[in-house]
């Protein structure tokens, strides 16, 4: 997604300043071009040298270099770029920010730049919290620039309390999706479902089954760096929440289809990506079962364990009737996955048409590199028209992609 996106990454003197050489390094990997400007505090901290490796590009600092080129310099970048992202903006650069002042390099850029500005401030939580800042913030938020707030933790202070620069994964994760902010899912919302459900036994125990979520999260991160708006209905995983996404969590499946009914009364897509339990316990013990205890037959070592139908979320969004009792506006376009050990095509297929759905993605489950847990999959596309695509094994976040292909050619 950041792949030859012209980025400017500023960075400002504050102790923070050294994260922002992984993360520059990490849009370099991503396959952005990166140009880095950096105060003259930022370079008592690190030296320039060290982000023009990383990003492999020069790095500017110095507006009043004798030859009047970093003049007409700041003027191209401020042209070019895609994305303005100050990491770390200390409280006297957002102070600069928020009244115009454009005293240096990365002050003047930022004024004059119409690309979008986003601000990760990090710094003593003191300065943080003064009213100057937080009013500065304020207007630069109004302005249209996205904070991304930074966090409560260890400060180099000593102190404990809010002022962490976030971590990398959210900053890549707010830099992705803002740069995508106008992509083929701008103006869409969409849901997904990831994870597995679990179906309480008593207060300790469950049904469940091996799904990590990945798959799902792949889905709802790729979806929202296409500038959709993504709503992630999640079963209990061991997954960082990404940026930017409106997350519910579940546990049983009831919980999940009431969540699905509420979260796509106005959404444009629904990928079932979850893996629901198909059954759950008839009637959870309210206290734990203890070892010795005997259900079923009585015989010694022996415990039954009676279950129930699930609702099926997809086929009960397969009726008509529903649908209308939702008050839909607009159709809405519902892909499932299908995760099958034997006869894919065959098990698929009856699922596609069971549940009519406009897509069908299957996943062959009996191999190591597909299905549960794993971080890529094979997977065969079902079309309602009856077409199949067999893809190869794929990163999960790359199928995630062909999928959103397939889901926008349908919107459109
Ligand atoms: O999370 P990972 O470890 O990355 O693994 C991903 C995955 C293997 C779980 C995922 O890719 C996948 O295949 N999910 C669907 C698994 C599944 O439950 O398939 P199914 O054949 O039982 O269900 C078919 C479809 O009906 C699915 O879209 C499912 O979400 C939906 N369903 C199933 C049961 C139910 N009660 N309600 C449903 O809506």
Same mark, same amino acid.
């Given at each position: 997604m950041l792949l030859n996106k012209r980025l400017i990454v500023g960075v400002c003197g504050?102790? *923070?300043?050294?994260k922002a050489i992984e993360l520059v390094s990490r849009l370099q990997q991503a396959g952005a071009l990166v140009d880095v400007i950096m105060t003259d505090h930022a370079q008592e901290f690190i030296r320039p040298l060290t982000f023009a490796t990383v990003s492999q590009r020069p790095v500017y600092h110095n507006?009043? &270099?004798?030859? =009047?080129q970093a003049a007409e310099l700041h003027i191209a970048l401020a042209e070019q770029a895609e994305l303005l992202a100050i990491v770390p903006a200390t409280a006297n650069t957002l102070a600069k920010l928020a009244h115009g002042i454009a005293d240096n390099m990365l002050t003047a850029v930022a004024l004059a730049t119409k690309a979008p500005l986003l601000l990760a401030p990090a710094m003593y939580k003191g300065m943080y919290e003064h009213a100057a800042t937080q009013v500065n913030l304020s207007i630069l938020r109004e302005r249209g620039a996205s904070i991304v707030e930074p966090e409560v933790g260890h400060l180099a202070s000593g102190a404990i309390g809010v002022g962490r620069l976030p971590e990398l994964s959210v900053l890549m994760g707010a830099i992705s999706m803002i740069v995508g902010r106008?992509?083929?899912? *701008?103006g869409r919302r969409v849901v997904v479902t990831a994870g597995g459900t679990q179906e309480p036994i008593d207060p300790v125990r469950y049904v469940g089954n091996r799904s990590s979520g990945k798959m799902g999260y792949a889905l709802a991160t790729v979806a929202r760096d296409r500038g959709a708006h993504v709503t992630l209905i999640s079963g209990p995983v061991a997954l960082e929440v990404p940026y930017g996404i409106e997350l519910c969590k579940v546990e049983t499946a009831i919980q999940m289809r009431d969540a699905v009914g509420s979260a796509i009364t106005d959404a444009d897509v629904l990928v079932m990506n979850a893996a629901v *339990?198909?059954?759950?316990?008839?009637a959870p013990a309210s206290r734990k079962i203890k070892k010795n205890e005997t259900r079923g037959? =009585? &015989?010694?070592g022996e415990f039954s364990l009676y279950l129930t139908r699930n609702p099926d979320i997809l086929a009960e969004l397969a009726n008509a009737d529903y649908e209308g009792s939702v008050k839909r506006l607009r159709r809405l376009i519902r892909v499932g996955f299908a995760a099958e050990t034997h006869d894919v095509i065959t098990h698929a297929q009856a699922k596609m048409a069971a549940k009519r759905l406009d897509l069908l993605v299957a996943n062959?489950? +009996?191999?190591?590199? +597909? =299905?549960? =847990?794993?971080d890529t999959n094979k997977v065969y596309l079902f079309h309602a028209n009856g077409d199949m695509e067999d893809l190869p094994v794929m990163p999960k976040i790359d199928v995630a992609t062909a999928i959103w292909d397939r889901v926008v050619s349908l919107l459109s």
């Open positions: 504050g102790i *923070a300043s050294y507006l009043w &270099e004798p030859s =009047g106008k992509g083929d899912l *701008a *339990a198909d059954f759950r316990p008839i037959s =009585g &015989e010694q062959d489950v +009996s191999r190591l590199d +597909s =299905g549960f =847990g794993t």
